[in-house]
């Protein structure tokens, strides 16, 4: 069953994004919302205490009155995610997501087939949006039903999340050809190589592996790229991007 997913600039844009989904016969059980905007009555019902560490997810019933004012609130979770703060994750599979998100794998059999068809690659891509206030809305839809509910994304003002990858590359972009052509090297001519070699690096089965470490699972996912230069050196600069990211939600996590 496909995953459509919306990167929404507000919560409440996520909820109306949820609200079309509705109209067009999405089950509430098949929604899932993750935003780290949490109102002041969610906050409160969420217990938390000093010290809490950051990355563990604590699953909660629903929130008295439903969570969302479009009406999900049949499973509540959250996460004190590093780098973005407090996240709260609405939906039966919200947790689940959250989890994947945050750095950890998917476990039962259950969330296996929930996001069997949910692309790893795109992970990064929803952490990047979380950490940039967005809000997150993912649905599982029949085939018949994803470009529907791709329409409904779009309707409610949604970005596509291939629109939030190439911001995101974007926004990455002018640093790592400086850095490249540094010793004469072509980024232009590399770039598609390197670029994937970069994303490589931020899978969930390559996080914190060296390029030999994860060659196998590289050559599985780029047969034609995965042992050019450009690739390698596309690899370790994603490496360095994650490592600055990890110091950075350190220093977030210990003011938290």
């Known amino acids: 069953m496909p995953a459509v997913a919306g990167v929404f600039k507000s919560r409440s844009d996520a909820e109306r994004g949820v609200a079309k989904l509705r109209t067009i016969g999405v089950p509430t059980d098949r929604i899932n919302v993750l935003t780290p905007h949490a109102t002041e009555q969610e906050l409160a019902a969420v217990p938390t205490s000093q010290g809490e560490q950051p990355g563990m997810v604590k699953t909660l019933t629903a929130l008295t009155g439903g969570a969302l004012g ?72 029949d085939d018949q039903m994803a470009e529907a509910a791709r329409g409904a994304f779009d309707d409610a003002g949604a970005e596509s999340v291939d629109r939030a990858r190439e911001m995101w590359w974007i926004g990455l972009r002018d640093v790592e050809k400086e850095h490249y052509s540094a010793d004469g090297k072509n980024f232009e001519e590399d770039e598609p190589h390197f670029r994937s070699g970069f994303e490589g690096a931020l899978l969930p089965g390559c996080r914190d592996k060296s390029y030999d470490q994860a060659r196998e699972s590289l050559r599985a996912r780029y047969p034609d790229r995965y042992d050019t230069a450009p690739f390698r050196h596309g690899y370790e600069r994603g490496i360095v991007y994650r490592r600055a990211l990890q110091k950075r939600r350190g220093a977030s996590s210990a003011d938290m």
């Open 70 to 141: 479009a009406g999900i609130g049949e499973m509540v979770a959250t996460m004190i995610l590093p780098g973005v703060g407090f996240v709260l994750a609405l939906g039966i599979a919200g947790g689940a997501l959250l989890g994947i998100i945050g750095g950890g794998a998917v476990g039962s059999e259950a969330e296996k087939t929930i996001f069997a068809s949910l692309p790893e690659e795109e992970l990064f891509v929803y952490e990047d949006a979380l950490r940039h206030g967005r809000s997150l809305v993912i649905a599982r839809v």
